[in-house]
T-cell receptor, first 115, second 115 residues
């Protein structure tokens, strides 16, 4: 998994509680991404980061916030979890976004269940 | 709307047999097309990346083809093995208009290889 870890790997929580997922990389890649994967949908981008303290929204960012205080860590926070946020969350990293062969490497995923 | 459609949705083959997975896309503009393999409970792992000027690329028993004119790609698996059982995801990348490239993911073809 290209030097990417995610924690926790599994979490069950209740509606309305805050949840933070962590992505940690050892590759020193500049770009980091959070995706969610749901049945019947391709992976969808939630937020991404292009440097420390530099983040931007993806296509499904409502209800999520992110922070990146260090190159190696990218946190995804659900301020008040809802059942619609039950999903598998993947972190990805890439060295750059330019060049036709820019590669994204994915972490092992976190399965989140909101009851 | 930018879309990536894959067929079939699922496929069962016998070990040792060949198979071909299809991907049609409407994404424009186009930078590159990727095929990922995702094992159950794991993150996606890249198999091939092709630009519009490449019409075939191989990675061991995996061979991807691309027809940029018809916006179609295929992934051919030769002499299948039990370990090929996974979801295969087609992903189309668009060039970065201001820094970050955008990926559009297909929903995947679930392949099962049986004895």
């Amino acid at each position: 998994d290209a030097g990417i870890t995610q924690s926790p790997r599994h979490k069950v929580t209740e509606t309305g509680t805050p949840v933070t997922l962590r992505c940690h990389q050892t590759e020193n890649h500049r770009y980091m991404y959070w995706y969610r994967q749901d049945p019947g949908h391709g992976l969808r981008l939630i937020h991404y980061s292009y440097g420390v303290k530099d983040t931007d929204k993806g296509e499904v960012s409502d209800g999520y916030s992110v922070s990146r205080s260090k190159t190696e860590d990218f946190l995804l926070t659900l301020e008040s979890a809802t059942s619609s946020q039950t999903s598998v969350y993947f972190c990805a990293i890439s060295e750059s976004t330019s060049g036709v062969y820019n590669e994204q490497f994915f972490g092992p995923g976190t399965r989140l269940t909101v009851l | 709307k930018n879309q990536v459609e894959q067929s079939p949705q699922s496929l069962i083959i016998l070990e040792g047999k060949n198979c071909t997975l299809q991907c049609n896309y409407t994404v424009s503009p186009f930078s590159n097309l990727r095929w990922y393999k995702q094992d159950t409970g794991r993150g996606p792992v890249s198999l091939t990346i092709m630009t519009f000027s490449e019409n075939t690329k191989s990675n061991g028993r995996y061979t991807a083809t691309l027809d940029a004119d018809t916006k179609q790609s295929s992934l051919h698996i030769t002499a299948s093995q039990l370990s090929d059982s996974a979801s295969y995801i087609c992903v189309v990348s668009q060039p970065p208009p201001g820094g970050g490239n955008k990926l559009t993911f297909g929903t995947g073809t679930q392949l099962k290889v049986e004895l």
